[in-house]
């Protein structure tokens, strides 16, 4: 009954918002014509920052690299990497990149807690501290949306999600219960200085499901999670202002944060919503499905690769705690046997267990129009929406003004994903090319 309330809430939120959208949804035009193509195979393309005369900084987040290319994308010079052959090394942990005062941009090391200043010449010219360190994961972009500094030099970005103390739950027959995870997070701005975090915004995130069950027989224990493939979403970016834009996926709506903390709340925009049937959201789980047993399997392979394959510390028979991981049946699941008694299957163990996704009834009955991380403000301080309306294999990005109102709707090619914006409506992009990524530079028509 619950989950036929919530579906019918849903699908009425989503007609109010058809409803009360009194925009018209300007038609999706296509990107301009590719200007520049960088010859160098990359990895990935995750961040660009513009530089003048065309040059730009690229974070290959995938093959840890750091590197500057020339106005052509021809010619390029490493920043840092991860190999012995620079004597800047990209840390083991993965990292990311902030635009900084003028033409310098800082790189993220979570490894080492700090961030290093590059100057507009691609020199590493100087080492901060994070203002704060158990804050640094936070920093690197991706799904946690691009980090960056407003005009009063605060360093914006989401915060890092927490459990409260007082969600933990106490153990029931003796197992660990998970904690009841925030479905919210905020948006905070850091001043570097003084170390004061003022937080800006508070924005919807996907609901995460855990639970943990024990075995009687092995005494095993069991972290299941429960995933749901198209959950609804808020997201936030910020504009070239320092105006952080938080985009309420359900209602589609922006609403705007000026810098002094002024929230202005946006007026439902248009969208072309899709209705989903059964059919249709069988279809999405059979296909994250795939993809995330596909992620599992990588994680496996790499965890088992790194510990030997049958890892077991010493001491163990001698009544030590011990751990010793190995592939059971597909090689989908890791046992942890822990607690001294070696391999003899005794004490507590940990598995990976099957995905588990919602039932049908709890997923919306309309597609949601984004996901987590599809917002970046451009150079001209609109802000870009990745939306999830494809177009002959393409991506639909809406194009919102400062003020909160649909302007635009550009069609990005195939296989491409917008990395960051260069002035005069420039836009970067990576391009999957086989098994290797190129740098892309296009400008809006």
């Given at each position: 009954m619950k989950n036929t309330i919530r579906s019918s809430i849903f699908a009425l939120t989503v007609l109010a918002s058809l409803a009360g959208a009194q925009q018209p949804l300007p038609p999706v035009r296509p990107l301009g014509p590719v200007l520049a193509t960088s010859t160098e195979p990359l990895a990935s393309v995750s961040q660009v920052r513009a530089l003048p005369g065309g040059r730009v900084i690229v974070h290959d987040l995938t093959g840890r690299r750091v590197l500057l290319f020339d106005s052509?994308?021809?010619?390029?010079?490493?920043?840092?990497?991860?190999?012995?052959?620079?004597?800047?090394?990209?840390?083991?942990?993965l990292g990311g990149l902030v635009q900084f005062r003028g033409d310098s941009t800082l790189f993220i090391d979570p490894q080492s807690i700090s961030m290093l200043v590059i100057d507009g010449n691609g020199k590493i010219v100087r080492t901060m501290a994070v203002p704060l360190p158990n804050e640094v994961n936070a920093l690197i972009g991706g799904q946690n949306g691009t980090p960056g500094l407003d005009l009063q030099g605060r360093l914006v970005y989401r915060a890092q999600l927490r459990v409260a103390q007082n969600l933990i739950r106490p153990p029931v027959n003796g197992v660990p219960q998970m904690p009841a995870f925030p479905e919210s997070s905020f948006v905070v701005r850091v001043d570097l200085k003084s170390r004061k975090?003022?937080?800006?915004?508070?924005?919807?995130?996907?609901?995460?499901?855990?639970?943990?069950?024990?075995?009687?027989?092995?005494?095993?224990?069991?972290?299941?999670?429960?995933v749901n493939p198209m959950p609804w979403t808020d997201d936030w970016a910020m504009l070239a202002d320092g105006t952080i834009a938080v985009i309420r996926?359900?209602?589609?709506?922006?609403?705007?944060?000026?810098?002094?903390?002024?929230?202005?709340?946006?007026?439902?925009?248009?969208?072309?919503?899709?209705?989903?049937?059964?059919?249709?959201?069988?279809?999405?789980?059979?296909?994250?499905?795939?993809?995330?047993?596909?992620?599992?399997?990588?994680?496996?392979?790499?965890?088992?690769?790194?510990?030997?394959?049958?890892?077991?510390?010493?001491?163990?028979?001698?009544?030590?705690?011990?751990?010793?991981?190995r592939p059971v049946g597909d090689g989908n699941t890791m046992q942890m046997n822990i607690g001294g008694r070696g391999a003899t299957g005794a004490g507590m163990g940990i598995s990976m267990p099957p995905l588990n996704f919602v039932t049908l009834s709890e997923m919306p009955d309309y597609r949601p129009a984004i996901r987590q991380g599809a917002s970046r403000g451009d150079a001209e301080g609109n802000l870009w929406i990745r939306t999830s309306k494809s177009v002959n294999g393409g991506t639909v990005y809406d194009v919102i003004s400062n003020t909160g109102e649909l302007k635009d709707r550009v069609l990005v090619p195939p296989g491409r994903v917008i990395a960051g914006f260069g002035p005069g409506g420039v836009v970067y992009m990576g391009v999957v090319d086989g098994t290797i990524t190129h740098l892309e530079r296009a400008r809006v028509k």
């Open positions: 052509t994308f021809k010619n390029f010079t490493v920043i840092a990497d991860s190999t012995s052959a620079t004597g800047n090394a990209y840390g083991s942990r975090v003022d937080t800006a915004a508070t924005f919807r995130i996907p609901k995460i499901t855990m639970n943990m069950t024990r075995d009687e027989n092995t005494g095993n224990i069991q972290i299941t999670s429960t996926g359900q209602d589609y709506r922006v609403d705007l944060v000026s810098p002094d903390g002024k929230m202005t709340v946006g007026q439902k925009l248009p969208f072309d919503w899709q209705r989903m049937t059964d059919e249709d959201k069988t279809a999405v789980i059979d296909s994250a499905r795939v993809v995330m047993e596909k992620q599992r399997q990588t994680m496996m392979t790499q965890m088992l690769g790194s510990s030997g394959g049958d890892a077991k510390a010493s001491g163990a028979d001698s009544g030590k705690t011990s751990t010793r991981q």
